[in-house]
């Protein structure tokens, strides 16, 4: 059982950063492929980031390549997504997610445990 929190959500003005954080419980985090995803009011969970276990490999969607940066901390038990020039496109609710699964998946089906999700509005 893994349980994730994320936190680090909020108001931003575009060009700005913003920098999520999700913490997870579980001794086996080191082997979790966790996965951002985000999702506004009416449209599917689009997938942003994935990051491996040991976090030598990642993926991104091209929408937010350059501009987005995931990393972990498996000391801490915690993943993070840097944010850079955010644009008001990027707003949505972000969550974070995590698979025993092999591979750097992009499809939400993928992911057991999912956080409670954290809201980013990026203003023009």
């Known amino acids: 059982q893994v349980q994730l929190v994320e936190s680090g959500g909020g108001l931003v003005q575009a060009g700005g950063s913003l920098r999520l954080s999700c913490a997870a419980s579980?001794?086996?985090?080191?082997?979790?492929?966790m996965g951002w995803f985000r999702q506004v009011p009416g449209k599917a969970r689009e997938f942003v980031a994935v990051?491996?276990?040991?976090?030598?490999?990642?993926r991104y969607a091209d929408s937010v390549k350059g501009r987005f940066t995931t990393s972990r901390d498996n000391a801490k038990n915690t993943a993070f997504l840097q944010m850079n020039s955010l644009k008001p496109e990027d707003t949505a609710v972000y969550y974070c997610?995590?698979?025993?699964?092999?591979?750097?998946?992009?499809?939400?089906?993928?992911?057991?445990?999912w956080g409670q999700g954290t809201q980013v509005t990026v203003s023009s």
């Open positions: 997610a995590a698979t025993a699964d092999y591979g750097l998946g992009h499809l939400s089906g993928r992911y057991k445990y």
């Open positions: 579980g001794r086996t985090f080191n082997r979790e492929v």
């Open positions: 990051i491996s276990g040991s976090g030598a490999n990642t």
